[in-house]
């Protein structure tokens, strides 16, 4: 998936993770980064909102995603998703400086 992302293959990447039966959360992280650096945050947003338990490095991607956009939208998604951050995340530096 990273690979193909980089690549800009974004359309061959997608039919290989939604044809894929078990998604682990790498996974999802690599198409979320994908969508970021193919300049597709929306798409990340959404597929946030499928992982269950997303980690720190899911949380960092989101945040990306929401700084492209640039809207009032996204910003409140930062707030309520910061809001919900567990406290072990915060030992995080990336992601501490993403906020």
Known sequence: L??????GDVA??????YSSKEKVLSSFGAMM???VDNNLPEKAIDLF?????????????LFNSCAQLKTKEAL???KKISKQ???S???NPHLLTSL
């Open 2 to 7: 990273d690979a193909l992302m980089k690549c």
């Open 12 to 17: 061959h990447a997608e039919a290989l993770f």
């Open 33 to 35: 980064k994908g969508y």
């Open 49 to 61: 909102n499928e992982v269950e338990n997303p980690d720190d490095v899911h949380t960092l991607l």
């Open 76 to 78: 409140d998604l930062v």
């Open 85 to 87: 951050i567990p406290k």
């Open 89 to 91: 995340f915060y030992s």
